[in-house]
């Protein structure tokens, strides 16, 4: 019951940041890019795949910001032995403080944020829905395109082990890797 509040109360704070904070250089970014999972046994089913999602960065003093973002991954792969089909969704929600160097059109930052990871897998054998804290970690270039919309060029790695069962022999999945991709970002 608890997990289903999580989204739509990140989704609250981040709307109401945006209000209290209009005007006052917070930026939205829409990103899109491509997830390689850093375990094995993961890449070996789902491989990687497509991964969008939305942040807003508000300006704190000088060039830290306050950063918080969310982003999607979904895919359906083939189980090792069976070859049935089963799919994956991971939603990283994060939180954290990102840093700005210079002040040119084009500007190179670094970022840290504390995350909350859902997961969610269904497959012929049952389903399993998880989450759990991890870190993300992430460096870009903003690229000043016009007015008040920039490009965000960026990579980053994320960190999570779950484990599901309370069994004396848990199971446990890295749902970590690296990303990277782009994002239009747009300053009020």
């Known amino acids: 019951m608890k997990r289903r509040w999580t989204i739509p109360a990140f989704a609250l704070v981040l709307a109401g940041m945006t209000i209290a904070s209009w005007g006052a250089g917070v930026s939205l970014t ?21 991964v969008f999602g939305g942040e807003l960065a508000k300006p704190l003093t000088g060039g830290l910001h306050l950063w918080a973002g969310m982003e999607y991954f979904g895919k359906s792969g083939l189980l090792p032995v ?8 991971i939603i990283p929600v994060y939180l954290g403080l990102r840093c700005h160097f210079g002040k040119s059109a084009v500007r190179p930052y670094i970022g ?6 859902l997961f969610k897998e269904e497959n012929p054998l049952g389903s399993v829905s998880e989450s759990g804290f991890g870190y993300l970690g992430q460096a870009g270039l903003l690229v000043k395109v016009a007015g008040p919309v920039s490009l965000d060029l960026y990579g980053n790695y994320r960190a999570c082990k779950l484990r599901t069962g309370v069994d004396p022999d848990p199971l446990e999945a890295n749902i970590g890797g690296f990303s990277g991709g782009a994002g239009l970002v747009f300053r009020f």
């Open 30 to 50: 829409f990103k899109g890019g491509q997830f390689w999972p850093s375990d094995s046994v993961f890449r070996e089913v789902y491989k990687g795949g497509t």
């Open 112 to 117: 840290a944020a504390a995350a909350y990871f």
């Open 82 to 89: 069976s070859e049935e089909v089963t799919k994956v969704r």
